[in-house]
């Protein structure tokens, strides 16, 4: 199997929480999560909202908007991270706007981002759930 194929069946049923309050940018990344596979958890707008969904499901991965409706998206890392979900960040902001350990070593998706960056990024953080290299 070659690289992309594995990827791809990586991908295949993945449960993928969603927390992004811009709705457009919600839809987009739904539809693009769709057509790679995935099974979309969300998306959520709030950190409140995020952390009640937490609560009744279980992601194999998350992608999380740096800032929310109701604050910064640090509880959700926070959770995610306690609960052994890898996340990544989809933001505008880079590494030095963002002071919170929890959200300052997550990998991110540059906004805006084309399907391949979300496949190679969400592959990655499925391949460290699954403790592979």
Excluded: H, N, Q
Excluded at 58 to 78: F, I, N, Q, S
């Amino acid at each position: 199997m070659v690289e992309g194929d594995l990827g791809a069946a990586r991908l295949a049923g993945a449960r993928v929480l969603v927390a992004e309050d811009e709705f457009v940018i919600a839809l987009e990344i739904e539809a693009a999560l769709r057509d790679l596979g995935c099974v979309v958890l969300g998306p959520t707008a709030s950190v409140a909202d995020t952390l009640d969904l937490l609560t009744r499901e279980r992601p194999d991965a998350a992608l999380l908007d740096v800032k929310l409706l109701d604050g910064p998206a640090t509880p959700v890392a926070e959770a995610c991270a306690a609960r052994g979900v890898p996340f990544a960040l989809a933001t505008g902001y880079d590494g030095g706007g963002l002071p919170e350990p929890a959200l300052s070593a997550a990998p991110r998706l540059a906004k805006p981002f084309g399907a391949g960056e979300l496949r190679r990024v969400l592959a990655a953080l499925l391949a460290s759930r699954a403790g592979e290299p």
